[in-house]
């Protein structure tokens, strides 16, 4: 668009680009949670959602594409009070501003959730949840300390679970409050008592599964701080595989149900088992193998009789004369070859061959051959060598 102070003249779709580039250029506007009620909500065939957030005095379309959609964890409609997490831009072909919703969750749990982003940012920040903090967990531990309510199914769980795989292993319970007042306390004096006494090898910190109030215990920076304080090995099993607290977060470990916590918090007995049977099959297998040849070592050097000697002997000459006879043929082979060879470049220098393509060859009668013109005196007389004869011949 080309500005002066007293117009603006462009396109629609350059006044549309400019509003979208000046609402963009805003941080504010960047990522902020709006609170509204819901309507005109649909979804689309491909996944996207739109939908209009309102409250008593103005309205602000909204769109959540699919890759953020497929992740809400509540299905919404119509009348539902929400808080929508996203950016404000403009949709330039339909010349209107609108919410870019990434995350939603229900109004009721709306001041929690902001409480638990915040923390969590906050002792991310800290360096509480970075991997170089994390401690391995014990691969054979002899004591599992389990910090989680004395009754219910996530206990039953743990003990069954870590029982049967690893029987080996004792299992101490120290009852706490997982929730309401005093739950965060009592937590953080279970895991402070495991280490001051020293008296586990793992700790396995957590509950069954419950809303987002049920679970606000291990969403306390008190038990953040506990955990990531603990020298001992700390597993996390809050709630169920889709939920996560702010102690997954600084625990050694996650474990995203308690039955998991106790598979990962000890070995099984049966594959233990399996792997000493199989190394077990191995090294007899070595010990016999070093058995034989020491046998054979044994057996070289025990002392032999004269009859073992001849027979020695007689395999050494058997072996001598096959070598013999071996070398006798490849030499007589060879020279054969080569008398071949001979006798074909003899064949070829004869003076016979020569004749027998119907030359003929003069000489004296000492067997001088006649090579010149000059050689041939008049009257004197030489003999003409022919393939079958000679013939007596006189020069004129």
């Keep these: 668009m080309e500005e002066n102070p007293q117009m603006v003249i462009g396109t629609v ?38 939908l209009t957030l309102k409250d008593d005095k103005s309205v602000l379309r909204s769109v959540m594409f699919r890759s953020a959609a497929s992740s809400l964890a509540f299905s919404p409609s119509d009348g539902m009070r929400v808080i929508a997490r996203g950016r404000v831009s403009v949709y330039e072909a339909g010349g209107a501003y609108q919410l870019y919703i990434e995350e939603m969750i229900p109004d009721g ?134 939920d996560f607290t702010i102690a997954d977060f600084a625990a050694d470990m996650r474990a995203p149900t308690p039955s998991a916590a106790a598979e990962i918090s000890v070995p099984s007995a049966m594959e233990l088992s399996r792997m000493v049977s199989m190394h077990r099959s191995r090294m007899l297998g070595a010990v016999q193998a070093k058995l034989e040849t020491n046998a054979l070592r044994l057996k070289r050097l025990m002392p032999r009789t004269p009859q073992d000697k001849i027979n020695e002997y007689r395999q050494r000459l058997d072996m001598c004369v096959k070598r013999s006879e071996n070398a006798y043929r490849l030499s007589l082979s060879g020279h054969a070859r080569r008398l071949g060879e001979i006798c074909g470049k003899l064949d070829a220098l004869s003076p016979l061959k020569t004749l027998s393509r119907g030359y003929a060859i003069p000489m004296l009668g000492d067997g001088t051959v006649l090579r010149h013109a000059e050689d041939f005196k008049s009257g004197s007389d030489f003999t003409l060598r022919l393939r079958d004869d000679v013939v007596e011949c006189t020069v004129k």
């Design 13 to 50: 779709s350059r006044v549309n680009n400019y509003i979208k580039r000046l609402l963009d250029s805003k941080p504010v506007l960047n990522d902020l949670w709006v609170k509204g009620e819901i309507s005109n909500y649909k979804r689309h065939s491909s996944g996207h959602i739109y």
């Design 109 to 242: 749990v709306g001041e929690l959730y902001l409480e638990y982003e915040r923390l969590k940012n906050r002792l991310a920040e800290e360096g509480l949840f970075d991997e170089s903090h994390k401690k391995p967990i014990p691969r054979y531990p002899s004591v599992i300390g389990v910090v989680t309510a004395p009754t219910g199914a996530a206990v039953r769980d743990i003990i069954n679970v870590a029982s049967r795989r690893f029987p080996l292993a004792e299992i101490v319970i120290y009852p706490v409050l997982v929730q309401g007042a005093g739950a965060k306390e009592s937590i953080v004096k279970a895991i402070e008592y495991f280490n001051e006494t020293n008296s586990a090898d793992t700790l396995i910190v957590g509950r069954g599964g419950g809303s987002i109030e049920d679970l606000w215990a291990f969403n306390e920076e008190i038990v953040a701080r506990a955990i990531f304080a603990s020298k001992i090995p700390v597993i996390s099993a809050v709630g169920h595989e889709v």
